[in-house]
């Protein structure tokens, strides 16, 4: 969606999606549940796949768990969980995992293929390893690749048909971009790594098989440990996230046993929550991701519509008359050419969003706030409305803008509603839950600068403010005294 906001003076602002990738922040985030088709159906009973058990001996005979394991894998709603075996306090300490059986880049160096990954990008070093390990036998993780799944509900998996649901949504440009992202850089790791040594890579190594190793950490390391900035801890990502949980407090790097006579770093996981026996663990993947970030990291969306997130992208056009000093204005205030704002549910606009507005759209007579004599005080003096002018252009532009992106998608929000009656498949439940949350938002801020419209007649701009300063204006605007000789 993109719209141009002119001005009298040659400068633009657009509006659009952002779809580049990586995002702002790490990419890197907690994992999604483990695949339902881990588990197998006996009679009445639901019991854990003969993968999940092999898995879970092989981490006895690495003395990973034992009988003292306050919990075990369970079939749970969202697939495969961790469930408490008795009674868990708040911050009880639920698993430890030792370092030498993480994947992280510190294993990809020790492994036979540390040299060639030397200046790689950590993510793409570990992917490598994740397609490399699965295919050997004889891999230290084999049994813990077994219960792996293939795919996820992200959107990166998804088909043509099904991210059509998508049309007209951030997330939807969103997903094409981190998709073309990660195939360009296949391309590349093949030219470059994988066919110049094909010793260290026999066996094919396909997009399929990138895409999986990239959904893999996407969904499911780590990155919030002291001295890791990417580690994929198994066992640890069994547990499954829960809104319930409202703190990202809970992992933690310590020195302790690693079995009978070692000691190394260990991985130590802390419930949130207090638990009963037979309840599930839950963590908090990311309080900071809106619903689009968790379907494209993790496949799912919450039901709440705090979650939800729209994002206004503007820039300084470079044909922009004022271009120069603008950009000055802008990079002096923590802001670039391009600025990117997200606007959440019921939430007031962010810190920075009018002025930067009322900024790019700064133009004829007000243009001379632009000079240098201002520049240390002018973005005090864009917190506030700067004329009827330029405040009556930015909330016309935004409330096009709105329109313009409403009319894109293919469904209104009561036919959303009325679909979410009916008992849809998780990625269809996704795709209404996204587009209904991006509509409702931009109704929202279309409502918001409808609002400022109505209010343009009785706002106080620059002109009043500096005769007030000056004493030449009383509190109800009127002109006080010969302004001739001031002038």
Request: aromatic content about 10%; overall charge negative.
């Amino acid at each position: 969606m993109a719209s141009v906001f002119s001005a009298c003076s040659g400068s633009a602002v657009l509006f659009y999606s952002r779809n580049s990738f990586p995002s702002k922040g790490s990419f890197i985030h907690l994992k999604r549940p483990l695949s339902a088709n881990c588990v197998a159906s006996l009679g009445t009973e639901v019991s854990v796949s003969p993968a999940v058990d092999t898995f879970w001996q092989w981490l006895k005979e690495e003395g990973v768990v034992s009988a003292k394991t306050p919990v075990k894998p369970s079939v749970v709603p969202e697939g495969l969980g961790l469930v408490a075996l008795k009674d868990i306090s708040r911050n009880e300490v639920v698993l430890q995992v030792p370092k030498r059986l993480w994947i992280n880049p510190d294993a990809v160096a020790a492994s036979e293929i540390g040299k060639v990954c030397i200046g790689l990008k950590p993510w793409l070093a570990v992917a490598l390893f994740l397609i490399r390990e699965r295919s050997r036998s004889n891999s230290l993780w084999k049994h813990y690749f077994s219960v792996l799944p293939k795919e996820t509900d992200s959107t990166i998996y998804w088909s043509e048909e099904e991210l059509s649901e998508l049309q007209g949504t951030q997330l939807l440009n969103t997903t094409r971009s981190v998709k073309q992202y990660v195939e360009n850089e296949y391309r590349r790791l093949e030219e470059e790594i994988i066919l110049p040594n094909k010793k260290l890579f026999p066996s094919p190594l396909t997009l399929d098989d990138f895409f999986w190793a990239f959904g893999i950490l996407r969904s499911r390391a780590f990155s919030r440990l002291r001295n890791e900035n990417l580690v994929v801890i198994p066992f640890a990502d069994f547990i499954n996230h829960s809104a319930r949980v409202t703190t990202e407090d809970h992992a933690y790097e310590i020195k302790g046993a690693a079995g009978l006579f070692s000691w190394d770093y260990l991985f130590s996981l802390r419930s949130p929550l207090s638990l009963k026996a037979g309840d599930q663990v839950y963590i908090q993947y990311d309080l900071n991701k809106s619903n689009a970030e968790l379907a494209l990291d993790y496949g799912f969306i919450e039901p709440n519509a705090d979650r939800n997130a729209y994002t206004l992208t503007l820039q300084i056009s470079e044909s922009d008359p004022f271009f120069g000093d603008k950009l000055d204005i802008a990079e002096s205030n923590g802001f670039g050419e391009t600025a990117y704002f997200d606007i959440f549910y019921s939430r007031p606009l962010p810190p920075g969003l009018l002025p930067y507005l009322r900024l790019v759209a700064l133009g004829g007579t007000d243009a001379f706030l632009l000079e240098s004599i201002f520049r240390n005080s002018i973005w005090g003096h864009l917190e506030l409305p700067v004329s009827r002018d330029n405040e009556e252009l930015i909330c016309r532009v935004v409330r096009e803008t709105c329109k313009t992106a409403l009319a894109g998608y293919h469904t209104t929000i009561e036919e959303d509603q009325k679909l979410k009656e009916a008992k849809l498949d998780s990625r269809h439940a996704i795709a209404v839950g996204i587009r209904e949350g991006e509509k409702q938002l931009l109704q929202q801020i279309d409502e918001t600068f409808k609002e400022k419209e109505l209010e343009l007649d009785q706002l106080e701009y620059y002109q009043e403010r500096r005769l007030k300063d000056l004493g030449l204006c009383g509190e109800n605007g009127d002109i006080l005294g010969d302004l001739g000789k001031f002038f």
